[in-house]
């Protein structure tokens, strides 16, 4: 299994900015997929973004154009820029990889809580 730590999430006000990290203890680029889940309160978890193979980033399409999934050089860390925040992206926010030989599942993080709030 893959160690995944999420930081970075709090309370922001509508239409602010939050930038999520993840942290990997295997590199990023041997995942058969990686990308970022969220749940919120009383709601099934859903995806928000994820990189999967060569098909480059899928977003949710309640994120597009606001949130924009990265990696940087050192390939293990991952991150979230989520712009334009609104309240209804309040949720719990989870970091996801599995490798190409999880074919059972991928491993996630303990997530990190954002907050949209006036």
């Known amino acids: 299994q893959v160690e995944l730590v999420e930081s970075g999430g709090g309370v922001v006000q509508p239409g602010g900015s939050l930038r999520l990290s993840c942290s990997s203890s295997t590199s990023f680029t041997t995942m058969a997929s990686a990308g970022w889940y969220r749940q919120a309160p009383g709601k099934q978890r859903e995806l928000v973004a994820i990189?999967?193979?060569?098909?480059?980033?899928n977003y949710a399409e309640s994120v597009k154009g606001r949130f924009i999934l990265a990696r940087d050089d050192t390939v293990t860390m991952m991150y979230l820029q989520m712009n334009s925040l609104k309240p209804e992206d309040t949720a719990v926010y989870y970091c996801y990889a599995r490798r190409p030989e999880d074919l059972s599942g991928g491993s996630w993080g303990q997530g990190t809580q954002v907050t949209v709030s006036s």
């Open positions: 990189i999967a193979g060569g098909t480059g980033i």
